[in-house]
Protein backbone atom coordinates (compact mmCIF):
# COMPACT_ATOMS: atom_id res chain seq x y z
CA UNK A 1 0.00 0.00 0.00
CA UNK A 2 3.01 2.39 0.78
CA UNK A 3 4.49 1.94 -2.80
CA UNK A 4 1.11 2.69 -4.24
CA UNK A 5 0.53 5.45 -2.13
CA UNK A 6 3.86 7.14 -3.55
CA UNK A 7 3.33 6.23 -7.13
CA UNK A 8 0.07 7.52 -7.09
CA UNK A 9 1.33 10.64 -5.62
CA UNK A 10 4.39 10.96 -7.92
CA UNK A 11 1.95 10.91 -11.09
CA UNK A 12 -0.13 12.87 -9.60
CA UNK A 13 2.57 15.67 -10.27
CA UNK A 14 2.35 15.24 -14.07
CA UNK A 15 -1.56 15.09 -14.17
CA UNK A 16 -3.22 18.10 -16.13
CA UNK A 17 -5.34 20.54 -13.88
CA UNK A 18 -9.00 20.08 -13.83
CA UNK A 19 -11.73 23.08 -13.58
CA UNK A 20 -13.38 22.85 -10.00
CA UNK A 21 -16.79 21.91 -11.43
CA UNK A 22 -15.20 18.49 -11.50
CA UNK A 23 -13.24 18.56 -8.97
CA UNK A 24 -14.69 15.93 -7.30
CA UNK A 25 -13.73 13.25 -10.31
CA UNK A 26 -9.89 13.68 -9.08
CA UNK A 27 -11.27 11.21 -6.49
CA UNK A 28 -11.92 8.74 -9.30
CA UNK A 29 -8.41 8.39 -10.31
CA UNK A 30 -7.54 6.08 -7.10
CA UNK A 31 -10.13 3.84 -8.23
CA UNK A 32 -9.83 1.42 -11.54
CA UNK A 33 -13.53 0.21 -11.26
CA UNK A 34 -14.84 4.16 -11.14
CA UNK A 35 -12.04 5.79 -14.04
CA UNK A 36 -13.91 4.73 -17.22
CA UNK A 37 -17.87 5.69 -15.88
CA UNK A 38 -16.42 9.04 -14.27
CA UNK A 39 -14.25 10.13 -17.26
CA UNK A 40 -16.94 9.72 -19.82
CA UNK A 41 -19.58 11.42 -18.03
CA UNK A 42 -17.07 14.54 -16.73
CA UNK A 43 -13.70 14.90 -18.39
CA UNK A 44 -14.66 14.38 -22.16
CA UNK A 45 -17.59 17.50 -21.15
CA UNK A 46 -14.99 20.12 -19.75
CA UNK A 47 -13.56 23.05 -22.00
CA UNK A 48 -10.55 22.03 -24.11
CA UNK A 49 -7.24 23.90 -22.18
CA UNK A 50 -5.28 25.81 -23.88
CA UNK A 51 -2.40 24.16 -23.83
CA UNK A 52 -3.46 20.95 -25.49
CA UNK A 53 -5.17 22.87 -28.04
CA UNK A 54 -1.84 24.52 -29.40
CA UNK A 55 -0.42 20.98 -29.16
CA UNK A 56 -2.80 19.19 -31.29
CA UNK A 57 -2.04 22.33 -33.85
CA UNK A 58 1.43 21.48 -33.80
CA UNK A 59 1.30 17.63 -33.18
CA UNK A 60 -2.18 16.29 -34.58
CA UNK A 61 -1.17 12.73 -34.19
CA UNK A 62 -1.02 12.93 -30.16
CA UNK A 63 -4.98 12.01 -31.09
CA UNK A 64 -4.16 8.86 -31.98
CA UNK A 65 -1.69 8.43 -29.39
CA UNK A 66 -2.74 10.37 -26.06
CA UNK A 67 -5.35 8.39 -24.30
CA UNK A 68 -7.22 8.90 -21.15
CA UNK A 69 -8.42 5.94 -18.58
CA UNK A 70 -10.23 2.93 -20.24
CA UNK A 71 -8.06 3.72 -23.90
CA UNK A 72 -10.78 6.56 -24.37
CA UNK A 73 -9.42 8.83 -27.23
CA UNK A 74 -9.40 12.54 -26.66
CA UNK A 75 -11.64 12.95 -29.77
CA UNK A 76 -11.75 16.70 -29.24
CA UNK A 77 -7.92 16.66 -30.68
CA UNK A 78 -9.34 16.23 -34.67
CA UNK A 79 -11.40 19.77 -34.59
CA UNK A 80 -8.94 22.15 -33.73
CA UNK A 81 -5.92 19.92 -35.06
CA UNK A 82 -3.29 22.27 -37.93
CA UNK A 83 -0.47 20.27 -38.79
CA UNK A 84 2.82 21.08 -39.64
CA UNK A 85 3.46 18.64 -41.99
CA UNK A 86 1.10 20.14 -45.22
CA UNK A 87 -2.19 19.00 -46.43
CA UNK A 88 -2.93 18.67 -49.75
CA UNK A 89 -4.14 22.35 -49.92
CA UNK A 90 -1.19 24.19 -47.37
CA UNK A 91 1.87 24.86 -47.44
CA UNK A 92 3.76 23.44 -44.12
CA UNK A 93 4.87 25.42 -41.71
CA UNK A 94 8.85 25.03 -41.74
CA UNK A 95 9.95 24.16 -45.33
CA UNK A 96 11.97 21.11 -45.63
CA UNK A 97 15.26 20.09 -45.60
CA UNK A 98 16.18 19.42 -49.25
CA UNK A 99 15.07 22.78 -49.83
CA UNK A 100 17.76 23.92 -47.76
CA UNK A 101 20.38 21.64 -49.39
CA UNK A 102 19.29 22.67 -53.10
CA UNK A 103 19.67 26.20 -52.24
CA UNK A 104 22.98 25.75 -50.78
CA UNK A 105 23.94 23.78 -54.09
CA UNK A 106 22.61 26.69 -56.28
CA UNK A 107 24.81 29.06 -53.90
CA UNK A 108 27.69 27.18 -54.87
CA UNK A 109 27.18 27.49 -58.41
CA UNK A 110 26.41 30.99 -58.67
CA UNK A 111 30.13 31.69 -56.49
CA UNK A 112 31.20 29.36 -58.98
CA UNK A 113 30.07 31.29 -61.90
CA UNK A 114 30.98 34.64 -60.30
CA UNK A 115 34.37 33.19 -60.06
CA UNK A 116 34.49 32.35 -63.71
CA UNK A 117 33.05 35.40 -64.99
CA UNK A 118 36.13 36.83 -63.72
CA UNK A 119 38.35 34.63 -65.41
CA UNK A 120 36.36 35.74 -68.42
CA UNK A 121 36.63 39.27 -67.55
CA UNK A 122 40.36 38.89 -66.83
CA UNK A 123 41.22 37.51 -70.21
CA UNK A 124 39.38 39.73 -72.47
CA UNK A 125 36.95 36.85 -73.88
CA UNK A 126 33.55 38.42 -73.07
CA UNK A 127 33.15 40.08 -76.04
CA UNK A 128 33.97 37.24 -78.97
CA UNK A 129 30.06 36.02 -78.95
CA UNK A 130 28.47 38.98 -80.54
CA UNK A 131 24.79 37.78 -80.44
CA UNK A 132 22.32 36.97 -77.39
CA UNK A 133 20.87 33.85 -78.34
CA UNK A 134 19.43 32.36 -75.42
CA UNK A 135 18.11 29.39 -76.97
CA UNK A 136 20.03 28.32 -80.09
CA UNK A 137 23.33 29.86 -78.33
CA UNK A 138 23.55 26.43 -76.37
CA UNK A 139 25.26 24.81 -79.28
CA UNK A 140 28.70 25.82 -79.81
CA UNK A 141 29.93 26.11 -83.78
CA UNK A 142 30.10 22.42 -85.36
CA UNK A 143 31.79 22.81 -88.56
CA UNK A 144 34.10 25.03 -90.16
CA UNK A 145 31.24 26.90 -91.67
CA UNK A 146 30.16 28.42 -88.46
CA UNK A 147 33.57 28.89 -86.98
CA UNK A 148 34.01 31.40 -90.19
CA UNK A 149 30.49 33.04 -89.66
CA UNK A 150 31.38 33.71 -85.73
CA UNK A 151 34.91 34.74 -86.73
CA UNK A 152 33.98 37.15 -88.96
CA UNK A 153 30.91 38.41 -86.68
CA UNK A 154 33.81 39.41 -84.12
CA UNK A 155 36.17 40.70 -86.74
CA UNK A 156 33.62 43.78 -87.33
CA UNK A 157 33.34 43.87 -83.37
CA UNK A 158 35.49 47.47 -81.77
CA UNK A 159 37.25 45.37 -79.89
CA UNK A 160 39.03 42.68 -82.76
CA UNK A 161 39.73 46.37 -85.11
CA UNK A 162 41.36 48.15 -82.45
CA UNK A 163 42.81 45.64 -80.04
CA UNK A 164 43.03 41.85 -81.49
CA UNK A 165 43.38 42.51 -85.70
CA UNK A 166 46.36 40.21 -85.25
CA UNK A 167 43.96 37.07 -84.01
CA UNK A 168 43.41 34.09 -86.01
CA UNK A 169 40.73 31.36 -85.63
CA UNK A 170 42.81 29.06 -83.12
CA UNK A 171 43.31 32.29 -80.93
CA UNK A 172 39.46 33.29 -81.14
CA UNK A 173 38.13 29.66 -80.44
CA UNK A 174 40.14 29.76 -77.06
CA UNK A 175 37.95 32.84 -76.17
CA UNK A 176 34.60 31.96 -77.50
CA UNK A 177 34.52 28.74 -75.66
CA UNK A 178 35.65 30.89 -72.36
CA UNK A 179 32.28 33.05 -73.01
CA UNK A 180 30.29 30.36 -74.32
CA UNK A 181 31.34 27.94 -71.27
CA UNK A 182 30.24 31.17 -68.59
CA UNK A 183 26.70 31.63 -70.50
CA UNK A 184 26.50 27.67 -70.60
CA UNK A 185 26.66 27.96 -67.12
CA UNK A 186 24.23 30.84 -66.12
CA UNK A 187 21.43 28.52 -68.47
CA UNK A 188 22.24 25.61 -65.91
CA UNK A 189 21.65 27.63 -63.01
CA UNK A 190 18.68 29.35 -64.53
CA UNK A 191 17.04 25.67 -65.07
CA UNK A 192 18.64 24.36 -62.11
CA UNK A 193 16.37 27.04 -59.66
CA UNK A 194 13.83 27.31 -61.51
CA UNK A 195 12.53 23.66 -62.33
CA UNK A 196 12.80 22.52 -58.69
CA UNK A 197 11.60 25.57 -57.35
CA UNK A 198 8.07 25.10 -59.23
CA UNK A 199 8.39 21.06 -58.16
CA UNK A 200 9.01 22.34 -54.61
CA UNK A 201 6.33 24.51 -54.35
CA UNK A 202 3.49 22.27 -56.12
CA UNK A 203 4.33 19.35 -53.59
CA UNK A 204 4.47 21.21 -50.88
CA UNK A 205 7.92 21.20 -49.77
CA UNK A 206 8.08 24.59 -48.81
CA UNK A 207 6.27 27.57 -46.27
CA UNK A 208 4.16 29.81 -48.10
CA UNK A 209 6.68 32.78 -47.33
CA UNK A 210 9.47 30.65 -48.73
CA UNK A 211 7.59 29.93 -51.86
CA UNK A 212 7.33 33.76 -52.44
CA UNK A 213 10.80 34.37 -51.76
CA UNK A 214 12.15 31.62 -54.12
CA UNK A 215 9.48 33.04 -56.83
CA UNK A 216 11.45 36.41 -55.87
CA UNK A 217 15.26 34.14 -56.41
CA UNK A 218 13.81 32.74 -59.49
CA UNK A 219 12.94 36.12 -61.20
CA UNK A 220 16.64 37.60 -60.30
CA UNK A 221 18.25 34.65 -61.70
CA UNK A 222 16.63 35.46 -65.22
CA UNK A 223 16.81 39.57 -65.04
CA UNK A 224 20.56 38.28 -64.51
CA UNK A 225 20.73 37.12 -67.78
CA UNK A 226 19.44 40.79 -69.39
CA UNK A 227 21.94 42.64 -67.75
CA UNK A 228 24.47 40.05 -68.83
CA UNK A 229 23.68 40.80 -72.04
CA UNK A 230 23.52 44.73 -71.74
CA UNK A 231 26.44 44.54 -70.17
CA UNK A 232 28.47 42.90 -73.66
CA UNK A 233 26.43 44.84 -75.53
CA UNK A 234 28.28 48.32 -74.30
CA UNK A 235 31.68 46.47 -75.78
CA UNK A 236 30.29 46.18 -79.05
CA UNK A 237 29.21 49.54 -79.98
CA UNK A 238 32.00 51.98 -80.40
CA UNK A 239 29.58 54.92 -79.03
CA UNK A 240 29.37 53.76 -75.66
CA UNK A 241 32.95 54.12 -74.79
CA UNK A 242 35.47 57.04 -75.35
CA UNK A 243 36.89 57.35 -78.50
CA UNK A 244 40.48 56.18 -78.64
CA UNK A 245 40.08 54.10 -75.71
CA UNK A 246 40.82 50.60 -74.91
CA UNK A 247 37.49 48.71 -75.70
CA UNK A 248 35.73 47.47 -73.07
CA UNK A 249 32.43 46.88 -71.17
CA UNK A 250 30.62 50.11 -69.55
CA UNK A 251 31.72 49.27 -65.65
CA UNK A 252 28.48 51.03 -64.83
CA UNK A 253 26.95 47.43 -66.64
CA UNK A 254 29.64 45.27 -65.39
CA UNK A 255 29.17 46.30 -61.94
CA UNK A 256 25.19 45.86 -61.99
CA UNK A 257 26.11 42.67 -63.31
CA UNK A 258 27.95 41.51 -60.30
CA UNK A 259 25.66 43.20 -58.18
CA UNK A 260 22.87 41.55 -59.11
CA UNK A 261 25.01 37.58 -58.66
CA UNK A 262 25.91 38.75 -55.04
CA UNK A 263 22.38 39.60 -54.79
CA UNK A 264 21.61 35.62 -55.99
CA UNK A 265 24.07 34.58 -54.14
CA UNK A 266 23.06 35.97 -50.80
CA UNK A 267 19.76 34.96 -51.41
CA UNK A 268 20.32 32.12 -51.60
CA UNK A 269 22.88 31.30 -49.30
CA UNK A 270 20.46 33.50 -46.60
CA UNK A 271 17.36 30.82 -46.63
CA UNK A 272 19.66 27.91 -46.99
CA UNK A 273 20.89 28.79 -43.88
CA UNK A 274 17.88 29.73 -42.63
CA UNK A 275 16.33 26.78 -43.38
CA UNK A 276 18.48 24.48 -41.51
CA UNK A 277 18.78 26.48 -38.26
CA UNK A 278 15.22 26.11 -37.57
CA UNK A 279 15.53 22.57 -38.56
CA UNK A 280 18.26 22.36 -35.91
CA UNK A 281 16.75 24.62 -33.17
CA UNK A 282 13.47 22.22 -33.38
CA UNK A 283 15.16 19.36 -32.55
CA UNK A 284 15.65 20.15 -29.18
CA UNK A 285 13.32 22.82 -28.49
CA UNK A 286 14.29 23.52 -24.94
CA UNK A 287 17.63 24.38 -25.99
CA UNK A 288 16.66 26.13 -28.90
CA UNK A 289 14.60 28.30 -26.95
CA UNK A 290 16.88 28.81 -24.68
CA UNK A 291 19.65 29.66 -27.24
CA UNK A 292 16.83 32.51 -28.72
CA UNK A 293 16.01 33.65 -25.54
CA UNK A 294 20.29 34.45 -25.15
CA UNK A 295 20.28 36.06 -28.40
CA UNK A 296 17.09 38.72 -27.18
CA UNK A 297 19.71 40.36 -24.94
CA UNK A 298 19.80 43.97 -25.44
CA UNK A 299 23.54 44.42 -24.89
CA UNK A 300 23.43 41.85 -28.00
CA UNK A 301 21.76 44.45 -30.52
CA UNK A 302 24.70 46.68 -31.37
CA UNK A 303 26.86 43.39 -32.17
CA UNK A 304 24.13 42.64 -34.33
CA UNK A 305 23.99 45.67 -35.57
CA UNK A 306 27.51 46.11 -36.59
CA UNK A 307 27.43 42.76 -38.07
CA UNK A 308 24.45 43.49 -40.61
CA UNK A 309 26.31 46.77 -41.06
CA UNK A 310 29.61 44.74 -41.62
CA UNK A 311 27.80 43.04 -44.70
CA UNK A 312 27.21 46.24 -46.27
CA UNK A 313 30.37 47.59 -45.91
CA UNK A 314 31.88 44.15 -47.44
CA UNK A 315 29.18 44.08 -50.33
CA UNK A 316 30.02 48.12 -51.30
CA UNK A 317 34.19 47.23 -51.13
CA UNK A 318 33.38 44.80 -53.99
CA UNK A 319 31.06 46.81 -55.94
CA UNK A 320 33.84 49.35 -55.74
CA UNK A 321 36.46 46.31 -56.71
CA UNK A 322 34.26 45.66 -60.29
CA UNK A 323 34.50 49.59 -60.97
CA UNK A 324 38.56 49.14 -60.58
CA UNK A 325 37.93 45.93 -63.08
CA UNK A 326 35.76 47.89 -65.44
CA UNK A 327 38.62 50.57 -66.13
CA UNK A 328 41.39 48.52 -65.47
CA UNK A 329 42.53 50.93 -62.38
CA UNK A 330 44.24 47.89 -61.05
CA UNK A 331 47.27 48.58 -63.55
CA UNK A 332 48.39 52.60 -62.51
CA UNK A 333 50.02 53.05 -59.22
CA UNK A 334 51.08 49.01 -58.28
CA UNK A 335 52.54 50.14 -54.65
CA UNK A 336 51.08 50.50 -51.21
CA UNK A 337 50.46 51.88 -49.03
CA UNK A 338 52.17 54.90 -51.58
CA UNK A 339 50.14 56.13 -54.75
CA UNK A 340 53.41 57.78 -56.35
CA UNK A 341 54.71 60.30 -54.02
CA UNK A 342 52.39 60.04 -50.86
CA UNK A 343 49.21 58.12 -49.75
CA UNK A 344 47.00 59.66 -52.18
CA UNK A 345 47.92 60.79 -55.91
CA UNK A 346 47.56 64.92 -56.69
CA UNK A 347 44.20 66.15 -56.40
CA UNK A 348 44.30 67.54 -59.82
CA UNK A 349 44.58 64.12 -61.09
CA UNK A 350 42.00 62.94 -58.53
CA UNK A 351 39.38 65.52 -60.02
CA UNK A 352 40.08 66.10 -63.58
CA UNK A 353 37.74 68.68 -65.82
CA UNK A 354 38.29 66.09 -68.34
CA UNK A 355 35.57 63.69 -66.88
CA UNK A 356 32.73 66.41 -66.60
CA UNK A 357 29.68 66.62 -68.76
CA UNK A 358 28.02 69.48 -67.84
CA UNK A 359 29.21 72.99 -68.24
CA UNK A 360 28.48 73.96 -64.55
CA UNK A 361 30.61 71.12 -63.73
CA UNK A 362 28.04 70.70 -61.38
CA UNK A 363 28.85 66.49 -62.13
CA UNK A 364 32.49 66.88 -61.64
CA UNK A 365 32.62 64.63 -58.19
CA UNK A 366 30.39 61.75 -58.80
CA UNK A 367 31.84 61.01 -62.25
CA UNK A 368 35.37 61.62 -61.57
CA UNK A 369 34.41 59.32 -58.52
CA UNK A 370 33.24 56.51 -61.01
CA UNK A 371 34.59 57.33 -64.03
CA UNK A 372 38.38 58.19 -63.02
CA UNK A 373 40.73 55.11 -62.53
CA UNK A 374 43.16 57.04 -59.68
CA UNK A 375 40.19 58.00 -57.72
CA UNK A 376 38.01 54.53 -58.17
CA UNK A 377 41.33 52.97 -56.93
CA UNK A 378 41.44 55.31 -54.02
CA UNK A 379 37.97 54.55 -53.31
CA UNK A 380 38.23 51.40 -53.40
CA UNK A 381 41.58 51.52 -51.19
CA UNK A 382 39.60 53.39 -48.51
CA UNK A 383 37.02 51.14 -48.32
CA UNK A 384 39.19 48.16 -48.35
CA UNK A 385 40.84 49.64 -45.04
CA UNK A 386 37.59 50.76 -43.49
CA UNK A 387 36.13 46.81 -43.88
CA UNK A 388 39.51 45.44 -42.32
CA UNK A 389 39.46 48.02 -39.60
CA UNK A 390 35.93 47.29 -38.87
CA UNK A 391 36.25 43.79 -38.85
CA UNK A 392 39.02 43.91 -36.41
CA UNK A 393 36.68 46.33 -34.29
CA UNK A 394 34.11 43.84 -33.93
CA UNK A 395 37.06 41.43 -32.74
CA UNK A 396 38.03 43.56 -30.33
CA UNK A 397 34.25 44.56 -28.85
CA UNK A 398 33.65 40.61 -28.87
CA UNK A 399 36.81 40.37 -26.75
CA UNK A 400 35.15 42.46 -23.92
CA UNK A 401 33.58 40.99 -20.56
CA UNK A 402 30.31 41.76 -21.65
CA UNK A 403 30.49 40.17 -24.84
CA UNK A 404 31.88 37.06 -23.97
CA UNK A 405 29.53 36.31 -21.16
CA UNK A 406 26.37 36.86 -23.82
CA UNK A 407 27.88 35.81 -27.15
CA UNK A 408 27.23 31.83 -28.10
CA UNK A 409 30.20 29.94 -28.53
CA UNK A 410 28.68 29.43 -32.01
CA UNK A 411 29.27 33.53 -32.68
CA UNK A 412 33.19 33.45 -30.70
CA UNK A 413 34.23 30.76 -33.51
CA UNK A 414 32.20 33.31 -35.96
CA UNK A 415 33.98 36.32 -35.53
CA UNK A 416 37.59 34.71 -35.66
CA UNK A 417 36.68 33.17 -38.85
CA UNK A 418 35.84 36.75 -40.22
CA UNK A 419 39.31 37.86 -39.12
CA UNK A 420 41.15 35.31 -41.15
CA UNK A 421 39.40 36.19 -43.81
CA UNK A 422 39.44 39.18 -43.52
CA UNK A 423 43.57 38.69 -43.41
CA UNK A 424 43.26 36.72 -46.31
CA UNK A 425 41.30 39.08 -48.63
CA UNK A 426 43.75 41.95 -47.79
CA UNK A 427 47.09 40.22 -48.89
CA UNK A 428 45.32 38.98 -51.91
CA UNK A 429 44.23 42.40 -52.70
CA UNK A 430 47.57 43.88 -52.12
CA UNK A 431 49.38 41.24 -53.83
CA UNK A 432 47.60 41.80 -57.09
CA UNK A 433 48.41 45.18 -56.92
CA UNK A 434 52.03 44.72 -56.67
CA UNK A 435 52.59 41.92 -59.36
CA UNK A 436 50.20 44.27 -61.82
CA UNK A 437 46.67 42.31 -61.49
CA UNK A 438 48.19 38.52 -62.52
CA UNK A 439 45.30 36.27 -63.37
CA UNK A 440 45.28 33.81 -61.09
CA UNK A 441 45.90 36.51 -57.87
CA UNK A 442 43.38 38.75 -59.51
CA UNK A 443 40.68 35.93 -59.57
CA UNK A 444 41.47 35.25 -56.11
CA UNK A 445 41.11 38.40 -54.94
CA UNK A 446 37.27 38.37 -56.48
CA UNK A 447 36.78 35.19 -54.96
CA UNK A 448 38.58 35.86 -51.40
CA UNK A 449 35.57 39.09 -51.29
CA UNK A 450 32.32 36.09 -51.79
CA UNK A 451 34.37 33.97 -48.78
CA UNK A 452 34.35 36.78 -46.77
CA UNK A 453 30.66 38.30 -47.73
CA UNK A 454 29.76 34.61 -47.11
CA UNK A 455 31.31 34.45 -43.62
CA UNK A 456 29.42 37.17 -42.94
CA UNK A 457 26.41 35.94 -43.32
CA UNK A 458 26.73 33.04 -41.68
CA UNK A 459 28.05 34.89 -38.70
CA UNK A 460 24.39 37.06 -39.16
CA UNK A 461 22.81 33.59 -39.43
CA UNK A 462 24.20 32.57 -35.76
CA UNK A 463 22.97 36.17 -34.38
CA UNK A 464 19.58 36.35 -35.83
CA UNK A 465 16.60 36.18 -34.10
CA UNK A 466 13.69 34.13 -36.20
CA UNK A 467 10.46 35.24 -34.96
CA UNK A 468 8.54 32.66 -37.04
CA UNK A 469 11.05 29.79 -35.04
CA UNK A 470 10.46 31.10 -31.61
CA UNK A 471 6.76 31.04 -31.97
CA UNK A 472 7.56 26.89 -33.35
CA UNK A 473 9.47 26.29 -30.69
CA UNK A 474 7.36 27.17 -27.65
CA UNK A 475 4.16 24.81 -29.66
CA UNK A 476 6.52 21.90 -29.75
CA UNK A 477 8.05 22.83 -25.85
CA UNK A 478 4.49 22.68 -25.20
CA UNK A 479 3.34 19.70 -26.97
CA UNK A 480 6.59 17.35 -25.41
CA UNK A 481 5.27 18.38 -22.09
CA UNK A 482 1.70 17.56 -23.02
CA UNK A 483 3.18 13.91 -24.26
CA UNK A 484 4.84 13.78 -20.65
CA UNK A 485 1.30 14.79 -18.82
CA UNK A 486 -0.21 11.68 -21.16
CA UNK A 487 2.07 9.68 -20.08
CA UNK A 488 1.35 9.88 -16.94
CA UNK A 489 -2.36 9.69 -17.18
CA UNK A 490 -1.55 6.41 -18.85
CA UNK A 491 0.69 5.40 -15.88
CA UNK A 492 -1.88 6.18 -13.55
CA UNK A 493 -4.22 4.12 -15.62
CA UNK A 494 -2.88 0.85 -14.77
CA UNK A 495 -1.88 1.70 -11.27
Not at 226 to 237: C, T
Not at 288 to 314: E, Q
Not at 410 to 437: C, D, E, P, R
Request: one cysteine or more.
Amino acid sequence: MASLSTSVSISRRFVPRIPKDSSSCRHCLLNRSLISKCFRSHFTSLPLPANIRRTAQVFPSLRNRIRGPSNLSISFLSTTARPLEPSKSRFPTLSDKVVAYWLLGSAASVFGIVVFGGLTRLTESGLSITEWRPVTGSIPPLSIEDWESEFAKYRSSPEFQLLNSHMNLSEFKSIYYMEWIHRLWGRFIGLSFVMPAIYFVARKKVSKSMAWRLGGIAGLVGFQGFIGWWMVKSGLKDDLFALGSHPRVSQYRLTAHLAAAFACYVAMLWNGLTILRSHRLLADPESGINLLNSLKDPKLKLFRRSVAGLGLLVFATAMSGALVAGLDAGLIYNEFPYMGNGLTPPKSELFDDHYSRLSDKSDLWWRNMLENPPLVQLDHRILALTTFTSVMALWAYSKGSTMRRYLPPAVKKGVHGLVAFTFMQVALGISTLLYLVPTHLASAHQAGSLFLLSWVLVLGSRMWHPTRTAKLLQMTAKAKDQRISAAAINAARKL
